[in-house]
């Protein structure tokens, strides 16, 4: 259930997308306790590495489209590191999602690595890229 999101990871052809979805509520939910919100993060990256893990050794897919654990926590670090207002949120959805598929230099070399870490990984990979678009574009809209 953990590494499916509850099953979020079995809606078919956008799984990803869906699986981004929780990591924006609980950023809504935890939004006056932002240390809570990050400890929360760190500790589902852990679970959600262990959770990957698993589901691949039963699988035997390296990277079963199922798991989408790596997804929310991808989302919810970066929303750890912004500022938090809902126009910086959709933002960073949206570039998330994008760095995700697009897996630029190192994301998809760190996803062709086997394991739970492999597969957490390249998310937080997409939130590092995410962050700087996202900082960028507010930088450059107030000028």
Known sequence: MLGTVLYLGHVPAVSGTVGSVPGVVLWWVC????????????????????????????????DPA???IDEMVGMMAVLAVLQWSWAT???????????????????????????GLGIMLDDIVAAGYTWVAVRLAVALSAQ
């Open 31 to 62: 939004r006056d306790r932002p240390v809570m919100f990050a400890v929360l993060t760190i500790l589902l990256f852990v679970l959600g590495t262990v959770a990957a893990r698993s589901i691949e050794r039963k699988t035997g897919d390296p």
């Open 66 to 68: 199922c798991v989408v």
């Open 89 to 115: 949120a959709v933002a960073a959805f949206v570039a998330f999602r994008f760095f995700d598929i697009a897996k630029p230099f190192p994301a998809r070399q760190i996803e062709q690595k086997r394991g």
